[in-house]
């Protein structure tokens, strides 16, 4: 079946570090890669996408790339910031109505 | 910009009660979810609807319902709230009529605590 893996936070970091999300997916066919974010009492955001492989797709100065061949879609940051806190959930469309999300990952950055 | 809408922030509700979560969107949308979000779970479907009076479960339907009387708004009915009930709901819509890839806009949330 389908699905998606990413790795169990909370990831603490101080400003301006380099920030890696990991996320892995199990899916038939070609499916649409997407990260959200969710800030604290909000729903979810689309941050950034990809649709097929070798895309990559970035936002705010996020970026991931759509890799087949390792079934991954790790979400990087050269620089984080405090603003950047938040949830970060990896997910991926197999079907116009089958969205399949990770459990999600929190991220906490420190001045 | 699509806006989603969710009728409460925050619910506090007995066991046994009937519960009734509504969702409204403002871009004339086919598509519209209800999902659960519990920690370590990440997102789980309850319930889609892919046009009015039309809706399918998702992966985890027991102990819901839901209506769609009208295009903007999709509801979701907890017929008899249980304490494993507690959560938060987000309702979500896709920009386009759900053909092809699509990412989803999504409510506030209603964060849902059946005592």
């Known amino acids: 079946g389908n699905s998606v893996t990413q790795m169990e936070g909370p990831v603490t970091l101080s400003e301006e570090a380099f920030l890696t999300i990991n996320c892995t997916y199990t899916?038939?066919?070609?499916?649409?890669l997407f990260w959200y974010v969710q800030y604290p009492g909000e729903g979810l955001q689309l941050l950034l996408k990809?649709?097929?492989?070798?895309d990559k797709g970035s936002n705010k100065g996020f970026e991931a790339t759509y890799r087949k061949e390792t079934t991954s879609f790790h979400l990087e940051k050269g620089s984080v910031q405090v603003s950047d806190s938040a949830v970060y959930f990896c997910?991926?469309?197999?079907?116009?109505?089958?969205?399949?999300f990770g459990s999600g990952t929190k991220l906490n950055v420190k001045p | 910009d699509v806006k989603v809408t969710q009728s409460s922030r925050y619910l506090v509700k007995r066991t046994g009660e009937k519960v009734f979560l509504e969702c409204v969107q403002d871009?004339?949308?086919?598509?519209m979810f209800w999902y659960r979000q519990d920690p370590g779970l990440g997102l789980r479907l309850i319930y889609f609807?892919?046009?009015?009076?039309?809706?399918e479960k998702g992966d985890i339907p027991e102990g819901y319902s839901v209506s769609r009387e009208k295009k903007e708004r999709f509801s979701l009915i907890l017929e008899s709230a249980s304490t494993n009930q507690t959560s938060m709901y987000l309702c979500?819509?896709?920009?386009?009529?759900?053909?092809?890839?699509?990412?989803?806009?999504f409510g506030p949330g209603t964060r849902l605590t059946v005592l």
């Open positions: 997910a991926l469309q197999y079907n116009f109505n089958k969205f399949y």
């Open positions: 979500a819509s896709p920009p386009l009529g759900g053909k092809g890839w699509n990412e989803q806009f």
């Open positions: 990809a649709t097929k492989a070798d």
């Open positions: 899916a038939t066919g070609y499916p649409s």
């Open positions: 871009m004339d949308h086919e598509n």
């Open positions: 609807s892919y046009d009015v009076k039309m809706k």
